[in-house]
């Protein structure tokens, strides 16, 4: 982990404007993430944790405030193809198999045929998912789906990975599985990654930094260094530090009076 | 093949009461013949005699289905298939409108589609006027088209197919509307993390995820340049076509012409409906999709 930033909010404001009044999606946010670190963000519904993601990713515009990534604004970093995005659903395109939904990043961005192919073997490996590059979406498992859809994020080598709640349609087993996972390929992978949840065990379990959000308005009521070890087996969910850090997250979101 | 019995059983029940109908509406016409030549008919002459009739108000299947072989199989095997007696000849004349038209209506419903789908000035503007355009009846409409556009010197196939084109490009908006617009906010957004034009985003996911909604619309539109076709020769005294056979028939109280001329125009329609759900399977097995 190096000391460089990655992403930095500082005082930032999303105020949604809506028929029933202005909506407070984000207000006065500051937070800086740097390169290498993986930071979850947790919070109840309508903390703004999603909409945050969506902020560094491009997606929403704010209405306050300042972010950079990667020392550029979200839109140049979007040009410049520095993150990859994985949703809450697969969101694979059904008529393409997965070699064609891990592809399509690639074609859009001009990759030359024998560069897409490496990519996509690479990929595929990379998420255990060798030999089912010729099956369409439908043949596949919800937790194969959504590993396709991390190697799609995976693909062109962004050096920023976003999830929102990328495992929260699975299963608690397949979800335990794809956790290791995750860690494994952030190891190897040295990626930036910005994580939002709605399990404080998951959170704690794959952060190095864990932000507590709460809502109405959306902002940061907690954000706490992971002192647990970059290497993770399970069973690491058993020990004392662990308990305490998923203590302190579930005290951080009493505080902020998410469970109103 | 679990659906070959209810299907054999619906054709039969249909097949006898239509032999029981066509007794029931021929037989006035028996009796009269009969009283004028002073005969007693016993019932199973009656039923023969209304099964046989050259003019039947209603004629039995098996007539219509002699001369639907008479006008089509017959005249292929005496070499004058395109002979003006041949229902072939006709149904080509037919044909060829429905499917000019039906290449325009497609054309005409996919272009306003996209331009409905990315301009919303196009989406406030032409949708409404589609839908009006529907509401009215083609038959008043048809001659009006014919005779405007022979006015301008257009003869022949086209103001046809126009007519037919104007029945089928509203199923094709309708369905392609539908279509474009079918792909999710995060199937969109996934593409905009891409930074992405806009071209990418109409071919590489509006277009693929509409394919299934455009072949549902390809049916009904065909369907109905088919029968925009048929209607575009009725008020306009053609002499070819199977609209012009049906008008003829009906001139000269040839039932058995009219009633083999809707037997092909129904079995074109349904080889034509038939055509595209083939190609639709093809298309989608490949791409992936489950029918």
Request: net charge positive; aromatic share 8%; proline share 5%.
């Amino acid at each position: 982990m190096s000391n460089q930033v990655c992403i930095e909010a500082k005082n930032l404001d999303l105020t949604f404007e809506t028929n029933d009044g202005p909506v407070h999606a984000l207000k006065g946010v500051d937070l800086t993430i740097k390169k290498g670190e993986f930071v979850s963000f947790i919070g109840p519904s309508g903390c703004g944790k999603t909409t945050f993601l969506r902020v560094m990713a491009a997606l929403e515009k704010p209405t306050g405030g300042t972010i950079t990534v990667n020392g550029m604004t979200p839109e140049e970093a979007r040009q410049k193809r520095a993150y990859g995005y994985v949703f809450q659903a697969a969101g694979l395109y059904p008529w393409r198999t997965i070699r064609g939904n891990i592809k399509l990043p690639l074609e859009i961005m001009g990759y030359s045929k024998p560069d897409q192919e490496a990519a996509v073997e690479r990929v595929l490996e990379l998420v255990d998912l060798k030999g089912f590059g010729k099956k369409f979406p439908w043949q596949l498992s919800g937790g194969m789906q959504q590993r396709a859809s991390i190697a799609r994020a995976l693909a062109f080598d962004a050096d920023i990975l976003l999830m929102d709640e990328p495992f929260g349609a699975l299963d608690e087993i397949v979800r335990d599985h794809l956790n290791e996972q995750l860690l494994e390929l952030w190891k190897n992978t040295n990626k930036t990654i910005g994580f939002v949840t709605h399990s404080i065990p998951e959170a704690v379990y794959l952060s190095t930094k864990i932000v507590v959000m709460s809502p109405r308005p959306g902002r940061i009521s907690d954000v706490i260094e992971s002192p647990l070890p970059r290497e993770r087996p399970l069973d690491i969910r058993d020990t004392p530090e662990f308990l305490e850090v998923a203590h302190r997250v579930r005290e951080g979101l009493r505080a902020g009076h998410a469970y109103d | 093949m679990k659906s070959v019995f209810p299907v054999l059983t619906v054709i039969a029940a249909i097949i006898v009461i239509w032999y029981g109908a066509a007794v029931n509406m021929n037989q006035q016409w028996a009796k009269d013949q009969a009283a004028r030549a002073d005969i007693e008919l016993s019932f199973k002459e009656l039923v023969a005699d209304t099964w046989s009739q050259t003019r039947p108000v209603l004629p039995a299947p098996h007539q219509v289905m002699v001369e639907l072989w008479n006008t089509t199989g017959a005249k292929v095997l005496q070499g004058k298939a395109m002979s003006k007696r041949s229902l072939i000849f006709h149904g080509w004349i037919t044909l060829s409108a429905t499917l000019l038209g039906f290449a325009i209506g497609t054309g005409a419903g996919i272009l306003l589609a996209v331009g409905i789908v990315h301009n919303k000035a196009m989406d406030m503007s032409v949708m409404p006027w589609a839908i009006a355009s529907q509401t009215i009846p083609i038959l008043a409409i048809a001659p009006m088209i014919i005779v405007v556009l022979n006015s301008l010197g257009i003869q022949g196939l086209l103001p046809k197919a126009i007519i037919s084109a104007y029945l089928s490009f509203f199923p094709v908006v309708v369905g392609m509307v539908k279509g474009l617009r079918s792909p999710s906010a995060d199937q969109i957004d996934l593409l905009r993390t891409y930074f992405t034009s806009g071209n990418n985003m109409f071919w590489k996911l509006r277009l693929p995820a509409s394919m299934p909604y455009l072949f549902t619309s390809l049916k009904v539109g065909m369907a109905a340049s088919l029968v925009g076709a048929i209607v575009a020769e009725l008020p306009t005294g053609a002499i070819r076509g199977l609209g012009a056979r049906m008008l003829t028939g009906s001139y000269y109280g040839q039932t058995i012409q009219i009633w083999s001329a809707l037997f092909a125009a129904a079995i074109l329609a349904a080889t034509l409906v038939g055509i595209i759900g083939i190609i639709q399977r093809i298309m989608l097995k490949r791409m992936g999709m489950q029918s």
